[in-house]
């Protein structure tokens, strides 16, 4: 599997790119949400929606400086966001880096795994759920799983069902019977593949509604062509250890690298 740190951390950019597109299209929200570069980096911000999964920083070069470092924890602050990610991969700022974005006013927090897999075939998945694409007509139940799962706030829902609109992200869903109880996001660019957005409605756990929706994704995205699929989760840690870490892996993912995640100091 011939990928790099840079392609891989490239098709999450454009995926959280489209997303957005999408939502400022969506006139139903309040929710602001914007991008904004400081250099090479890519920030994300919505002072109305405090989840980093929409405050975060991507694409942090190696010559970075501390002003800039700076200017971004004060580009939040201004906008009246506590808390949001820096994204490091630790090969890009090297040893250094931990005297660097302390002295920039961070600290480290909990990082998340990034995964890849080729083309190599799936197993067949054996569950009583349904599992297919779905379109706007499901975008409230999709939205509503997705808010819940991740503990966005009820009005940033419309933001969430906006995805469905962008032509490169495809959204799936599982099914029991006819009621929504799994959700997946398939976004895919130049033969690579990214995965986002998988969550179980709390009724429906363990009965295979991710392993499901994951498994449909992959198939989707080679049956497009694709020769590397990219995802993500959070860093498997004692007392934690992520039930989707050990589905990715069973999906055949290999983890391609930790990536650091770190917050303003007072956060």
């Given at each position: ?159 969430i069902a906006a ?57 989707a995205a080679l ?11 959070g860093e498997a ?31």
């Amino acid at each position: 599997m011939r990928v790099t740190a840079a392609s891989l951390e490239e098709i999450e950019r454009y995926a959280l790119q489209g997303w957005l597109d999408a939502a400022v299209k969506c006139t139903s929200s309040t929710v602001n949400w914007k991008a904004q570069h400081v250099g090479a980096a890519q920030c994300f911000l919505s002072s109305s929606e405090p989840s980093i999964l929409v405050n975060r920083v991507l694409n942090i070069q190696p010559d970075i400086t501390i002003d800039e470092l700076v200017e971004i924890r004060e580009l939040y602050e201004s906008a009246g966001i506590a808390r949001f990610f820096l994204h490091v991969i630790p090969d890009v700022l090297g040893a250094d880096r931990e005297q660097l974005l302390t002295a920039a006013g961070y600290r480290r927090y909990r990082g998340w795994m990034k995964f890849c897999r080729g083309v190599a075939g799936i197993k067949p998945v054996t569950s009583d759920l349904s599992t297919r694409r779905i379109g706007t007509e499901n975008a409230a139940d999709f939205a509503a799983i997705v808010g819940n799962a991740f503990d966005f706030q009820a009005t940033f829902q419309a933001v969430i069902a906006a995805v469905i609109d962008d032509p490169n992200w495809h959204t799936y869903m599982s099914f029991s019977g006819a009621t929504p109880v799994g959700t997946g996001g398939l976004y895919i660019r130049d033969g690579v593949a990214y995965l986002d957005f998988g969550a179980t409605h709390p009724d429906y756990r363990r009965r295979g509604a991710q392993t499901a929706v994951l498994n449909t994704r992959i198939r989707a995205a080679l049956d497009a062509g694709c020769t590397s699929i990219v995802t993500m989760t959070g860093e498997a840690v004692p007392g934690d250890e992520q039930h989707s870490y050990r589905n990715i892996l069973k999906a055949g993912f290999e983890e391609a690298y930790l990536r650091e995640n770190w917050i303003p100091a007072g956060a």
